[in-house]
């Protein structure tokens, strides 16, 4: 399983874009890269997936450049409700159970 | 989206006793994932539930020490047995769905005094 790589912590504050980027330089061709986030007291909650380029849902936006040995998640105009735990998940669609890294703690300030 | 039940949702238990952790989801799934969460930790995956087989432990788990049962497409349970304060944590069941993604339930927090 590929190895991933995130910030420990970042602090925005509301209304800015924030941008969460993760290594993955050992990703495999057939693997997928997931984003999960965690609120306290919570199970992780599915965020968005990509292969390759970028994509975009009601929530956020994944980019993963060609190479595909990084991805960036970027949340719009975030609000106090965003900070969180986010991580980013490396995986085949062969194996089905997650592998989770040690995440990325968000803290958005007034 | 499947919406996933876990009870109890939280537990504090003597050293040496087992406690049993129901997750219940309101539709039918074939993969059913637990995973633990020590305090300020990430998520480990403790075994893969599927129904009519036997569960697939990972490094570190053993059948004797967390026994899984999976009767049908919708139910599991995790048992800690014989419990010591080390496994204090969050327990907490996933199902997957479409896409291969997977949806969690609120997990159990469980302190072992």
């Known amino acids: 399983l590929a190895k991933t790589t995130q910030p420990i912590s970042m602090d925005s504050y509301e209304g800015q874009e924030v941008n969460i980027t993760c290594s993955h330089n050992?990703?495999?061709?057939?693997?997928?890269i997931t984003w999960y986030q965690q609120f306290p007291s919570q199970g992780p909650r599915f965020i968005i997936q990509?292969?390759?380029t970028k994509v975009t849902n009601e929530v956020a936006s994944l980019f993963i450049p060609a190479d595909r040995k990084s991805s960036t998640l970027s949340l719009p105009r975030v609000s106090l409700s965003d900070t969180a735990v986010y991580y980013c998940?490396?995986?085949?669609?062969?194996?089905?159970?997650?592998?989770f890294g040690s995440g990325t703690r968000l803290q958005v300030q007034p | 989206s499947a919406v996933i039940s876990q009870k109890p949702s939280r537990d504090i238990c003597q050293r040496g006793t087992s406690l049993t952790i129901q997750c219940q989801v309101d539709?039918?799934?074939?993969?059913m994932f637990w995973y633990r969460q020590q305090p300020g930790q990430s998520l480990t995956l403790i075994a893969t539930?599927?129904?009519?087989?036997?569960?697939?432990?990972e490094s570190g788990f053993v059948i004797d020490k967390f026994p899984i049962s999976r009767p049908n497409l919708t139910f599991s349970t995790l048992t800690v047995s014989n419990m010591s304060p080390e496994d204090s944590s969050i327990y907490l069941c996933?199902?997957?769905?479409?896409?291969?993604?997977?949806?969690f339930g609120p997990g159990t927090r469980l302190l072992v005094l």
């Open positions: 050992n990703i495999a061709t057939n693997d997928y």
């Open positions: 539709s039918q799934v074939t993969m």
């Open positions: 990509g292969y390759k």
């Open positions: 998940l490396v995986g085949g669609r062969g194996r089905r159970a997650l592998t």
């Open positions: 996933s199902v997957e769905m479409d896409r291969e993604t997977q949806y």
């Open positions: 539930a599927n129904q009519g087989s036997e569960a697939t432990y």
